[in-house]
């Protein structure tokens, strides 16, 4: 059997050109084995790994192949044979007999046919599931898809595929997506892109074919307490609370619902913004259950810009744009890390220090890794020494926390500094709508009451439930306090009936 192969493959290299072919191919294979084992045991799951084994080793097959064909072409113009006769020049003669099943080099050329048929297509399905792995989008492209890569890992969907949000379903999806792709592999190789990476980014599935698969507005229902805890800038950074009761639910009518009413089936809301950050709001439209629009009129922007052709529907990406890539702000990362008891707060001055180190301007990453340290600690050194002496292990935990902080949202590489990329989840995103200037027809403005997105139960308060204990009647808030109680109450009573 050996000596059989060892023969078909000499027959098949005409020349040096074939032999070259016979050994590209040869060897591409065997690599491609070799690396798939690697990665399928899990002793490589490199990205680079998988960019060879799955793209240059299937086309080295291929090209190994053509260049075998290509050997025979040419030797059969230069000596003028048929394919009959180099056939029976390159092979022994028992070999080329025809028998009831064609000849034996016919049946090899059928059965190394078949092979190469299994194995390429072997090789671009693994290709193409690979090339679906987060670690392959996050990661192949090196410095690129850093900040991404960074904040998708300590995101809420750390286990949710890229291609899940960015590509979706369907054969479409998956052209498109492709060719986009190789866009970006030229882009990135003659380092065409654009840093920070812009966005809004248009190429993202519809929200219904992708968050819907997972979150759908029937399933947001009722009120989701949220609670903050920010600390002063004071010596020992005095907490305070905010809570809100979220009003997330979707609504079952036209109107009654609350911060997903925008997204129920029934409803609809377009807008059109100054440019392509979608930031400024020109008009907005509200769909009415008679099936006509409300449009609010933004009365600061509309004279200066006149219409727009650029219209986009409401969906959740306009105000969940940070989903995944969430990036912190300085002030509130530091709240947390101090939450968390991450960060010391018995040691004096620590918020407003800790935000100071972190929001120095510093040329590169490893510059900032530096800065924190000399920025926390030179401070202490000048004016609490007996801190540093006393409390030295504390403090340098503190330095590590915030170059961890640092390193998840500051890219130097890729231009990503502190607010690079706006959150839209907030009052910065509800306010581009809800504000007084969008004004209808008849001069009503859309709605903008405080209570009317969340309950508020305490609000920068020494306590977190302030609101809902009954008022100090002789205070000064005590109306707004019995509002606030009372709204708190009510709203709760009312998502408890919807439900
Ligand atoms: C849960 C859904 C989801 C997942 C999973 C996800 N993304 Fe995104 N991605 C988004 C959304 C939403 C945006 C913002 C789009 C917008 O504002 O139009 C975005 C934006 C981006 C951007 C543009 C820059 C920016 O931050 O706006 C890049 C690049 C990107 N994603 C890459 C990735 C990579 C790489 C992965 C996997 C490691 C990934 N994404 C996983 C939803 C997702
Ligand atoms: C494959 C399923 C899947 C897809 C697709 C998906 N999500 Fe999620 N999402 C999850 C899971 C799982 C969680 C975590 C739930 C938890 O922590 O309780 C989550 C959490 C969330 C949260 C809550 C975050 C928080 O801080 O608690 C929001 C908001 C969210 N997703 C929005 C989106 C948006 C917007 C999209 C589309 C761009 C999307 N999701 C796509 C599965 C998904
Ligand atoms: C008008 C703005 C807006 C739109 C549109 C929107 N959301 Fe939300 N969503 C919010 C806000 C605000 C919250 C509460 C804060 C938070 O938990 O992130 C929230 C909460 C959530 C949560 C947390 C779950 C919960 O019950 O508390 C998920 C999941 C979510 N949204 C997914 C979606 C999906 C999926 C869509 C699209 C179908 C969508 N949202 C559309 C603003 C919006
Ligand atoms: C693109 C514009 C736009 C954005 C952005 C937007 N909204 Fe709205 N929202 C509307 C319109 C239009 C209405 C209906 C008009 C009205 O009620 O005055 C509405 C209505 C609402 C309602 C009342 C629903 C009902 O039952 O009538 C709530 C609650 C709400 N929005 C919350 C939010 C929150 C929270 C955010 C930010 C996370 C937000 N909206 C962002 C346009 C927007
Ligand atoms: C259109 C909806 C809407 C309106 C109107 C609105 N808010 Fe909010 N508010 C939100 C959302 C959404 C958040 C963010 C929730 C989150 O980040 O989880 C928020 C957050 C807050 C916070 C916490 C902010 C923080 O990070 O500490 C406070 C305090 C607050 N709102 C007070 C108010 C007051 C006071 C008003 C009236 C002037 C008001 N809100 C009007 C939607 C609204």
Redesign the pocket.
Known sequence: MWKWYVGFIRGVSVDGLGKTGVVLTTSAFVSFVIFEFTMLTGISSNAYAGLVSYLALPALFVVGLVLIFWAWMRQKRTTGLSTRELIERQFEQSATRMSFLGSRVMRTVMMFTLANVFFLSLASSRMLSFMDEPEFCGTACHSVMHPEWATYQDSPHARVACVDCHVGEGVDALVDSKLNGMWQMVSVTFGLYEQPIPTPVHQLRPARETCEKCHWPTKFYGSRVEQYVRYADDSVSTPSYTTLSL?VDT?KAA?????H??VAEANE?R?ASVDDKREE?IW?E?RQADGSFIR?ENQRLFHEHGDSEDIRS?DCV??HNRATHVYEDPKLAVDERLLLGLLPGEIPFIKREAVTALTGSYADSVAAMVGIENQLIGFYRVNYPGVLVRQAELLDSAVNVLRDVYRRNVHHSMNVTWGAYPDF?GHD??F???NENMLAEDGTP??HDCT??HSIAAYDSETPFEFLLPPDTSSPTATMHQFLRKEYFESLNAAVGRQ
């Not at 109107?255 to 911060?259: A, P, S």
Request: positive net charge.
């Open positions: 009003k609504g109107t009654g619902g609350g911060i009413w925008h809301v807008y709001m907005v509200a609010y409401v306009d105000c989840r995103g509800c581009r709508c809800h859309i709605s009317m997105c």
